[in-house]
């Protein structure tokens, strides 16, 4: 075997257990790239110093301001009551249903999915969330462990036209869209697959809650005593949940069907959120809150840019050329696919595949004659179809959940795999027949 190659499987299998272990990812990473280096047999420091540092000032550079303004939008929506709002308004709603467990049991995954749309972090995301999940799952006595049903949603949020993740913003940059809606058809078919596969999973988890007499507190114990959850459930004057929407309504707007940038459409919501409830956040001390919003998406992209200079170092060895010569045995629409599922995996984040191999990727599928519109939806699609179960977000959620390790991975495995999955095999079905491209 190739030593490169080996190298590089050897410094996979060590991400991914001290990833489980729950060693920081800076700290993996560095591990993981020096691993490369030596079985590569190249100099440490030069590829520290070259191909890794690169990347993640290059990386740094070009989203730093998109994460640092999606973690601003999600703080001042958790600490202006907005979430809260929202979670209330949501209430009213489910109770005029029949299934009330069921629409109940969809809230976090909506929430999920919006706050994922229009670009904010799952890292950030989920403080917004934990409000509206603890307020609705536990009046309704569902399992808590079912919150982990929201993080499922941020792979559509990605396949869907309009998302402003960075995930969407790179594909189309790459493909040459330079828009945020390349291939809307294929992406809205894709997405309706994934999100019907989700529904599915958990109309199926409610039913078998309800024949074990399971309920919230069974997975949410930990959790309640809390002083996260304690403080969700103080009184507040809220604005109400027409108005708390409303910026994520103008984010959404502004877009997709005004085409502003993205950094100009989040800084609108920021705007309209804060003059929403200025004296509300005023009261907590405004200053501090924008301040520590801001400092929330330091980790993040830091995170992400460091495991996307993994994957640059990864297809600079001479071992990642045994790889992608193995791959010329499939069709370049195959070649493609795998490789972004398999780097995805990999590094344990799309974007970061995206950094790393996204130029090996996007060659393979012009090579199948794609449209470029065609290929940006594509590339969310192949890149975003699951979570790793070492992602340093699963672990983030289930560190502020409290949830069982055990339960929320059964969730995060069962719920983006088989939709992801599910999703991608109806864009190829698409692509071969000329369905929606």
Not at 30 to 46: E, Q, R
Not at 133 to 154: N, S
Not at 165 to 188: D, F, H, R
Request: aromatic letters at 10%.
């Amino acid at each position: 075997m190739n030593l490169s190659l080996l190298g590089i499987i050897i410094a996979i299998v060590v991400f991914i257990l001290l990833s489980f272990r729950g060693v920081a990812t800076i700290v993996s990473v560095l591990v993981t790239t020096i691993i490369i280096a030596l079985f590569s047999g190249t100099s440490v420091l030069d590829t520290l110093n070259g191909t890794w540092l690169s990347t993640v000032g290059n990386f740094v550079a070009g989203y730093f301001l998109i994460f640092a303004l999606g973690a601003l939008f999600g703080k001042l929506m958790a600490e202006s009551g907005s979430a809260k709002s929202i979670a209330i308004g949501l209430s009213k709603l489910i109770d005029k249903t029949k299934n009330k467990k069921f629409a109940a049991a969809l809230v976090v995954p909506i929430f999920y999915f919006l706050l994922s749309y229009v670009g904010i972090s799952p890292f950030v995301a989920v403080f917004s969330a934990l409000a509206v999940g603890k307020e609705i799952l536990q009046k309704y006595d569902i399992p808590w462990r079912l919150f982990c049903y929201g993080g499922v949603m941020i792979m559509p949020a990605v396949m869907l036209p309009g998302s402003l993740q960075v995930g969407n913003i790179m594909a189309g940059e790459m493909a040459g869209t330079n828009s945020l809606t390349g291939g809307a058809a294929l992406g809205i078919v894709a997405t309706a697959t994934y999100i019907i596969t989700v529904l599915c999973n958990i109309f199926i988890e409610i039913k078998m809650a309800e024949k074990r007499n399971e309920g919230f507190i069974e997975s949410g114990r930990a959790f309640v005593e809390t002083e996260t959850a304690k403080a969700s459930t103080q009184d507040e004057n809220l604005i109400s949940w027409p108005l708390a929407v409303a910026p994520l309504v103008a984010i959404i707007l502004f877009s997709t069907i005004f085409e502003v940038h993205v950094i100009v459409a989040l800084t609108i919501g920021i705007v309209i959120c804060g003059a929403l409830s200025f004296k509300r956040l005023k009261t907590k001390g405004f200053n501090n809150i924008v301040t520590t919003g801001l400092l929330s998406s330091y980790v993040p992209l830091l995170n992400v840019a460091a495991t996307s200079a993994v994957a640059s170092v990864i297809s600079a060895s001479s071992g990642f050329a045994v790889i992608t010569e193995g791959l010329s045995s499939f069709s370049p629409l195959v070649a493609g696919s795998i490789l972004a599922l398999v780097g995805t995996f990999i590094v344990c984040s799309g974007v970061a595949a995206l950094r790393g191999f996204g130029e090996t990727i996007l060659a393979n599928f012009m090579a199948a004659g794609l449209a470029p519109g065609v290929i940006q939806r594509l590339i969310t699609i192949v890149t975003f179809s699951s979570l790793a179960p070492h992602a340093a977000a699963i672990a983030n959620t289930i560190s502020l959940t409290k949830i069982d390790y055990k339960l929320a991975l059964k969730i995060y495995i069962k719920g983006s795999f088989v939709g992801g999955f599910s999703a991608l095999a109806v864009a190829f079905i698409c692509i071969q027949f000329g369905i929606f491209v």
